[in-house]
């Protein structure tokens, strides 16, 4: 099954570089608008392939066999990406625990 | 990665060429590979050239031996390679590794070893060094050559080099590929185990006495 991918979040200021935060979120349904200071997920800072690649090995049950048949690429090429995109994952989660300790200091 | 992950699904020609590990590993990378080495080393007994090493190409006057030593020397040089690779590959790389994606994208690595045994079949390549041998050494009778040897021996020996060049490219991707080792540190670990298995086929050979150009 592959999964379509959608526009992108944008993580970064475009101006200077810095990390955006979600402001306002609206209900398509009723209109209700809810606002305050939002962090941007993990996830959806990734670039929207990399979304689609987290996606399609969670659907594939984490088989990078699949994976590869569905990116018509081989074994070893789906798994120096996924490699690639545990780094990026681990370096964003680093990121942010120092950014979340700062803020605790500051707090304080 | 985005990018690379897009590039990667390309099946272009060049693409193929320069980098068919990206689409093709494991045990369909072998199966190739391996028929190409059995094909490479099958011409090469036609054209009596001996690859005595894992880039070795040589071309000899007169071989008495029967063809699946050609083949032999084909599965050694393709497994020492393979072989040093799978055992000391954790030094660089980035993650764990399957070892049938790194013996079977090595044997994908030589095909190019098909085109080389397939220029070896040019006359000129053994005709003009014997010349050239006997003009040194003072030996008689001096073998006739036609005037166009040296040109076709300086094209076929170019476009030989070349295609050594391609073939090592090609065995430094499949290890880069198979093994996610990729920047210097994997260029020179590439260069050292190349050396070392180089050694390793001289001596393999030397030991059992397939040194057939005594």
Known sequence: ?108 | MTDSLTRAKKKGIVNLLLNPFQVIAGFQALLIGIAGIVIASLIAFQAHCFFEGIIDALIVPKVTEPWWIFTLQGLINWLVLAALIAVSGRLVAKSKYRLIDVFGTQALARLPYVLIAALCLLPSLTRYPEYMQAVYAKTTPIPAVPAYDIYLFIIGITIILSVVVWAVMLMYRAFSISCNAKGPKAVGYFIAITIIGEIITKLLYGFYDLNLHK
């Not at chain 1, 992108?8 to 606002?35: F, H, K, M, W």
């Open chain 1, 1 to 108: 099954m592959k999964i379509k991918k959608h526009s992108n979040l944008p993580a970064q200021c475009p101006s200077c570089g810095y990390e955006l935060s979600i402001d306002r979120l609206v209900c398509d349904s009723c209109s209700t608008v809810v606002q305050g200071n939002y962090s941007i997920p993990t996830f959806a800072r990734l670039s929207a392939d990399e979304q689609l690649l987290c996606i399609n090995f969670i659907t594939t049950g984490g088989s990078l066999k699949e994976l590869a048949k569905i990116y018509g690429i081989s074994y070893p090429t789906i798994r120096n990406h996924i490699d690639i995109l545990i780094e990026k994952l681990k370096t964003m989660e680093n990121g942010e625990h120092q950014h979340t300790a700062h803020g605790g200091e500051q707090n304080d």
